[in-house]
């Protein structure tokens, strides 16, 4: 059972409103500063054996905390009893550090202060931290329980599984909590930088732990720093400390929907590609995104595009792997290896062993175990179908109650095979459930088509649109992005685990139909099968996985954790329905024309009904009317020109002009004005237009693009 938890995020956002604090108080830190010079002189004294009556009287008048008891009549007996109880403690101490080891409980229960039958523990272990402040800390019955139900109601302390009231007994349990506490405010740059500009000091020790603690439960601050203000604080400071912040620190901006529908659709399927123009960040993405979750440090120092992982250098601990796809990968062969009849020996590869630590980590730490990444750099770049044919297949078998493919990868058909290093490879192997791939692509001349059977296993998201004005603020800050990932990593593996289920949660069928329960109750099931009505004529509709995929992307986009970001319910089915449904779109104008219009009007908030016995044109004119109040068929400058509104981001419509013209006159003209005949159709889109037309915008606007270039070329693919 765990003794306590702390929530790190929370903490970190804490201990950074205290540095706040600290700047507008320096007194505060500088008397603490002081205390501890001051007991380090006396320290000095007594091991010099120099400890005089006056340095009695000094010690307990000393105001540093609140434990202290304040002592106005020392008499020579009383002196000397203090004197020597100080001796004592020194002299058990210096024992322990020659044995290199602190005092245990049992020993500084042995050195209380006892003085007219009355035990001073908190005066004792007071004694200990100011002498000795990066070895022992402070602890007091009283105002330790306020600390800790502070830390409660903060939520920064989540469990905390200790009686207070015996804390001699517990002081070293009650230090893991205080140690760790240390950990974290060692780590905060923000704090070590206060400290070193105030005093010039710039390492953290117990008593600027307990100063921390007391910070929160001092009367003197309680208007200022009370429990609401500091929650309020805390809640603005995690809403700036989240993936998409840490990937700026990194250099690079990504739209922050499209971080969480990434995050989502790797938990829910755990295999993702990542599409679109060259030099958007794909690549960057997941890498960034597998080294923030990996626990090896050295591997964060190599070259992060490094084609593999080399069998003389490799690394034990790290979880990710990237590959560069050649174009000469005709078989699994570059991948998994194969047997050499030749040398009887298995020709292993970087690949099939990462793949293998991933297997044996599950089977060993179960839920305890890390998620492995594969990143396969341009992957189309030969046939996907070749190369990677053997995980198509297992990832099409689905996978058993524990996460694993349902079908295996066959190795080899022997018996006691091993490789050169004379590690065992086994004849077969199933994928676990935290294993995960992440690919990306560009579409050019020198790249290969995906298969529908390729797109039906994936989440396939797209990198298309550029926002340099984004990008300019984006500036790579080492600091920043180091203690970015300290406090957000823990919190997003955590929660990408998924109970311990990983990408396997496909297979709990208590929670699909949780997923698929929750769709239905908030009527998006009821669109789904609308859309799949609409696309099943035309063999483009999807089955019953997908709805599955689809449902468990939705819950998890809005629930995700604040520091990766949630997406509403529209928005996340709208990510859902351009990631699995769209990509499976490609052929002529005679095939896809009738499909495309008919979601896009699915994808508008007020769609066109009772169409089905309408000429298509007919339909075409009224779903255009919703879009822009043009009643027309649009030709491929209409579309243009409404998909470059769509993509302003400055644009206070979602395509129409800004104007200076007042809003409400603005809406009555295009209600009650027809467009000007004699204009051009470019012309009459700009003077009208619909506020807020479109319900699911990003698929709206994938499904225009293709509109656009099916009626330019006859020709349109989702790529």
Not at 221 to 231: Q, S
Not at 311 to 321: L, S, V, W
Not at 661 to 684: G, M
Request: net charge neutral.
């Amino acid at each position: 059972m765990d003794k306590f938890l702390i929530n790190k995020p929370r903490l970190e956002a804490l201990l950074n409103i205290y540095a706040g604090f600290l700047n507008e108080n320096k007194e505060y830190l500088e008397e603490r500063e002081s205390n501890l010079k001051f007991f380090k002189d006396i320290l000095e004294k007594i091991k010099m054996n120099q400890l005089i009556k006056g340095n009695i009287k000094e010690i307990f008048n000393k105001k540093r905390l609140y434990t202290t008891p304040q002592y106005l009549k020392l008499n020579n007996e009383l002196n000397n009893k203090l004197v020597q109880w100080l001796n004592n403690i020194v002299e058990r101490v210096n024992k322990a550090e020659k044995e290199n080891r602190r005092l245990s409980d049992g020993e500084i229960k042995g050195i209380v202060l006892k003085l007219k039958d009355k035990k001073y523990k908190a005066v004792t272990t007071e004694i200990l931290c100011v002498f000795y402040p990066h070895h022992y800390w402070i602890q007091n019955e009283k105002k330790y329980k306020e600390m800790i139900d502070k830390l409660k109601s903060l939520k920064v302390l989540e469990l905390f599984n200790f009686q207070i009231k015996n804390y001699v007994e517990n002081y070293e349990h009650i230090g893991e909590l205080q140690q760790e506490i240390l950990n974290i405010m060692q780590n905060n740059n923000n704090l070590l930088n206060t400290y070193n500009e105030l005093i010039g000091r710039k390492e953290i020790n117990f008593y600027d732990v307990d100063g921390f603690l007391f910070w929160l439960i001092d009367k003197k601050y309680e208007n200022t720093y009370n429990e609401d203000v500091l929650n309020q604080e805390i809640e603005k400071y995690l809403k700036k400390i989240n993936l998409a912040s840490y990937f700026l620190s990194e250099g690079f901006y990504f739209n922050p929907d499209q971080i969480t529908a990434f995050y989502s659709a790797l938990k829910t399927k755990g295999f993702v590609i990542l599409s679109g123009l060259s030099g958007t960040g794909k690549t960057k993405l997941a890498q960034l995104f597998a080294e923030l979750l990996c626990p090896c440090d050295k591997c964060h120092k190599k070259n992060s595009q490094e084609t593999e992982i080399k069998p003389d250098t490799e690394c034990d601990t790290c979880t990710h792997i990237f590959l560069s796809v050649r174009p000469d990968w005709r078989d699994g062969k570059a991948l998994l290896g194969y047997y050499n009849p030749i040398t009887e020996n298995y020709e292993s590869t970087p690949f099939l062993k990462f793949i293998l630590r991933a297997k044996n980590d599950y089977q060993k730490n179960k839920e305890n175990a890390n998620p492995y990444f594969i990143i396969l750099d341009e992957m189309n770049l030969s046939h996907v179908e070749y190369y990677f044919s053997d995980f198509l297949s297992v990832l099409e078998s689905g996978r058993d109650e524990n996460g694993w493919t349902k079908e295996s990868i066959k190795l080899h058909s022997l018996e006691n095979v091993k490789d050169l290093r004379e590690n065992e490879i086994p004849s077969e192997i199933k994928l676990p459930p935290n294993l995960y791939i992440i690919g990306t692509v560009n579409i050019d001349e020198t790249t290969y088509m995906f298969s529908p059977k390729v797109l039906d296993r994936a989440f396939t998201l797209e990198f298309r649109e550029i926002d340099f004005d984004k990008y300019a603020f984006s500036k790579i800050d080492e600091d920043g992005s180091n203690r970015t990932a300290k406090e957000i990593s823990q919190t997003i593996l955590q929660d990408f685990k998924n109970n311990g289920n990983f990408c396997g949660a496909i297979a709990d069928k208590t929670e699909v139909e949780e997923a698929i329960e929750n769709l239905k109750n908030n009527g998006k099931l009821t669109e789904l099968i609308k859309l799949n009505n609409n696309l099943q004529p035309y063999d483009l509709h999807f089955g019953y996985r997908v709805l599955n995929e689809i449902a468990l992307f939705v819950k998890y986009a809005t629930n995700a954790p604040d520091v990766v970001g949630k997406l509403d319910e529209n928005t996340a089915l709208d990510y859902a329905v351009l990631m699995k449904v769209l990509p499976k779109f490609h052929g002529p104008r005679q095939k896809l024309e009738r499909p495309l219009w008919l979601i896009l009007n699915w994808c508008l908030k007020n769609p066109v009904e009772n169409y089905e016995n309408e000429k298509f044109d007919d339909f075409k004119k009224k779903v255009w009317k919703i879009l822009t109040g043009i009643e027309r068929i649009p030709i491929t400058d209409d579309l243009a020109f409404f998909i470059e509104k769509f993509q302003d981001k400055t644009s206070k419509n979602v395509y129409q002009e800004s104007t200076q013209q007042d809003q409400s006159t603005q809406q009555k003209q295009q209600l009650s004005e027809e467009p000007n005949q004699s204009e051009s159709p470019v012309q009459q889109v700009k003077q009208t237009g619909q506020r807020d037309a479109i319900k699911y915008q990003n698929a709206a606007k994938k499904i225009l693009l293709m509109l656009r270039q099916l009626y330019e070329t006859g020709f349109a693919s989702f790529a």
